[in-house]
């Protein structure tokens, strides 16, 4: 319980009900306290009370007069809105009643008006057919009065137009008039086709059509030269006008199609003039190159590549100078030429489906079929033009019984081929061997025909028409290259003991050549789009890792990386065979050096002239002689490998078998100093400019042996102090490696230099 005292009075405040006299007495004390001098603020007070009880009596009234009108507001609203529903709900029900009646007295109205709808949609139906038959006859009677006229081209626009209509009717099912459409079409499409044709042909009979001899040869035969124009203008009449029957031999002729197992690309039919044109040298084909002739010869697929291909060229300049301007004329996208190729082109693709079957199982004759198909494909391309997306015989020879025989056949050649390379007295020897500049690679014989093998593979598969089959293609040479390497691999093993002989060099030559062949290869935009084929097809199969995707991907890997791969680790063990061969004899020589007295010999003031150490004269002789012998024998990036390697352990084993295994006088070290770097380093400098710098044991430890003797106590003493102060920082003083630094030592610990420095005979005699 609170309490407040005013005066002599306690005044105390029930917390359960609002205790008026309780707050008085709390506002007298925070306003007048006990100090009697503030009564005087009494008056100022009551009145400052008095407004404040004013204002508070306004508010009070003026909220007790507004709320009421507010929520009789809303109470008259609420009454409106309901007498509207009420209003809205009574007119709803009549009308839905009115609706109910009226539907009741229009359902027999509705009734027969369906009747009636039903049977004007009948009657515009029957009126549409007749319509439709009444277009279609009064083409036919235009036709009709143009060809009594003998107004041809305005017959054949007016067929062209009937043949649309009939390609608008196509997806109607009103089959009589269908039928009647197409039986009017090839009525007059006949009539005039026919006329066309003769007509056509007599124009190409003046011409002497076809043309069987090269172009200079070419005499059309005209009865008088003023006849020329006149010809070549009927020429180009009749030609448009059969242009114009197009449609409607589309829509009568269906072409002939090969079977769907070889996979041919879409194409349009040839146009009609184009076919007037072919018939005879179709016919000559077909009489020379089926049944029973003596130029139908298995055996000579040759004899009608080569013919066609003479066609083409034939007649090419007469269809670019007369035929392509009027197909230009006409507003036609056709090329004369292209389509006048891929007319006989189809013929090939026929006469290769009939006779690969024949002779699918004899290797000799489908070997030879295949390579006068690829002379053939070649030549079409690259001397007429012809277009990849049309058919060729990549399509007939990509069928899978005919591709698998390919392969196979392809493969036991390739093989057959290899062995004849690898028993060939010249494999290993270079054909460039006597021209220095070309000879670079020292590329011996056997490696340099099989790189030209894989080549002429990927000539021969390269305008296969899908991904798949190039793949395949490309699974087989890398078949073959790592069937080459086992081989490669089973002549070097029989020459293991004479690892610097020519023939392992030769080997190892044909090694690096293969790999650096596969490695640009794999930058060639060919196998790059390869790549990214076996990238797709791998993803789909879930072949390879995700790893491996990425990689193919983002062109970290080729198509060529397992086979490099290998035989990078043949070449590898090769080089070190070779390295560790001439490693050993190298040993061999150096024994007597090992021995050399080098606590003894004479000071350098004490020689005239500094001359090479006796001992050392085998060692270096046998280093010079094999590095001249293997220079000339392998390749200048095998070469630069292998006397790398062998510097490193010609390094190592002098630091370690000479320098740390014996004591040196200041003799002793200055002739060790002259000895490497007067007649071991110019071993090598005709290979590199600064030789040294592959020997940093060698150059780095006869710097700290040809130390004077002030340095090395320098030296010794400051090796000493690092190693005494451990990781203690002190700036004044330079670290250990700072000071070697100085001296040119960079390969060398603080610990190798230590030992060095203890290998020193020549130090002052200090007593203590």
């Known amino acids: 319980m609170a309490a407040i005292k005013v005066g002599r009075e306690q005044v105390t405040r029930d917390p359960d009900r609002c205790d008026i006299p309780y707050y008085v007495a709390e506002f007298i004390e925070r ?3 006990t100090d009697l001098n503030c009564l005087r603020k009494l008056g100022k007070l009551i009145e400052e009370l008095s407004e404040n009880k004013k204002q508070l009596e306004e508010q009070v009234l003026t909220v007790s007069s507004e709320v009421p009108k507010r929520i009789q507001n809303a109470l008259k609203n609420a009454e409106d809105s309901k007498k509207s529903l009420s209003q809205l709900l009574g007119e709803e029900t009549v009308l839905f009643d009115s609706i109910n009646s009226h539907l009741l007295t229009a359902q027999p109205w509705m009734e027969d008006l369906g009747v009636l709808i039903s049977q004007i949609e009948e009657v515009e139906r029957h009126l549409a057919y007749l319509k439709w038959i009444s277009q279609i006859e009064e083409l036919s009677d235009n036709i009709q009065q143009y060809l009594m006229t003998n107004n041809v081209p305005e017959a054949a626009t007016t067929l062209a137009s009937m043949a649309e209509l009939d390609i608008k009717l196509q997806e109607s099912s009103c089959s009589h008039l269908l039928t009647f459409v197409r039986s009017t079409v090839k009525f007059w ?44 203008n009927n020429l180009e009449t009749l030609f448009s006008q059969l242009l114009k029957l197009q449609t409607s031999d589309e829509l009568l002729t269906k072409p002939k199609q090969l079977p769907e197992k070889y996979s041919l690309p879409p194409s349009p039919p040839i146009i009609l003039p184009m076919q007037i044109m072919l018939n005879p040298l179709q016919k000559r084909f077909k009489y020379h190159f089926t049944g029973n002739r003596q130029t139908n010869v298995l055996s000579k697929p040759e004899w009608y590549l080569t013919q066609v291909l003479m066609w083409i060229g034939n007649h090419a300049k007469f269809l670019d100078d007369k035929i392509q301007p009027i197909l230009d ?15 006989l082109v189809m013929l090939i693709l026929e006469k290769l489906a009939a006779d690969i079957p024949c002779l699918l199982y004899d290797d000799n004759l489908f070997c030879h079929l295949v390579d006068e198909v690829l002379l053939f494909e070649r030549e079409l391309y690259a001397a007429h033009g012809y277009l990849s997306s049309f058919p060729s015989c990549m399509h007939i020879l990509s069928e899978e019984t005919c591709f698998q025989r390919w392969l196979t056949v392809e493969r036991k050649f390739a093989l057959q081929k290899m062995d004849s390379i690898l028993s060939s007295e010249a494999a290993w020897v270079s054909q460039y061997k006597d021209i220095t500049d070309v000879d670079e690679m020292k590329v011996p014989d056997c490696a340099e025909t099989f790189t030209t093998l894989l080549q002429v593979i990927t000539d021969r598969y390269k305008n296969l028409p899908t991904a798949s089959r190039k793949l395949q293609f490309l699974e087989l040479q890398k078949d073959l290259v790592d069937d080459f390497r086992l081989r490669l691999t089973q002549v070097m093993k029989e020459e293991t003991r004479a690892s610097l002989a020519f023939r392992y060099c030769a080997i190892l030559n044909a090694v690096n050549y293969i790999g650096t062949v596969l490695a640009d290869w794999a930058d060639n935009v060919f196998f790059l789009e390869l790549q990214q084929a076996a990238l797709e097809v791998c993803a789909d199969s879930n072949a390879f890792s995700k790893l491996q995707l990425g990689q193919l991907a983002c062109m970290e890997s080729s198509v060529f990386d397992d086979m490099i791969n290998l035989l990078e680790r043949l070449k590898h063990d090769m080089l070190t065979r070779q390295v560790d061969h001439v490693f050993r004899e190298v040993k061999d020589a150096a024994k007597l050096y090992k021995k050399e007295r080098w606590l003894s010999l004479p000071s350098q003031a004490e020689q005239a002239v500094m001359s090479l150490s006796s001992t050392a004269c085998p060692l270096l002789l046998t280093l010079r002689d094999r590095l001249l012998q293997l220079e000339q024998q392998l390749c200048y990036s095998l070469f630069k490998i292998f006397w790398q390697m062998l510097a490193e352990k010609v390094d190592m084993f002098i630091y370690q078998e000479v320098i740390l295994a014996n ?12 000895d490497m770097t007067r007649n071991l380093f110019p071993l090598f400098s005709h290979y ?34 690092a190693s005494e102060n451990g990781t203690i920082l002190d700036p004044n ?24 420095l203890n290998l020193r005979t020549n130090w002052p005699n200090i007593g203590k």
């Not at 069987?212 to 006149?230: H, I, K």
């Open 329 to 343: 004329k006409a507003g036609s996208s056709v090329n004369a030429r292209l389509e006048f190729s891929r007319a």
């Open 733 to 756: 003083q330079p670290s250990a490696t700072a000071v070697l630094n100085e001296l040119g030592v960079y390969k060398l610990a603080q610990q190798d230099v230590e030992i060095l």
């Open 688 to 721: 590199c400019k600064r030789p040294e710098n592959y020997f940093k044991h060698i150059k780095e430890a006869c710097i700290i042996l040809n130390l004077n003797v002030g340095s090395a106590l320098l030296l010794k003493d400051a090796l000493h102090s």
């Open 189 to 232: 499409h006949k009539i005039l086709k026919d006329k066309l044709s003769s007509d056509f042909e007599e124009i190409l009979t003046h011409l002497h059509w076809p043309f069987v001899g090269p172009p200079q040869s070419q005499v059309f035969g005209l009865a008088a030269p003023a006849n020329v124009p006149e010809i070549y």
């Open 31 to 33: 306003e007048v306290g």
């Open 663 to 674: 004591h040196f006088n200041e003799g002793g070290a200055a002739q060790l100093q002259f």
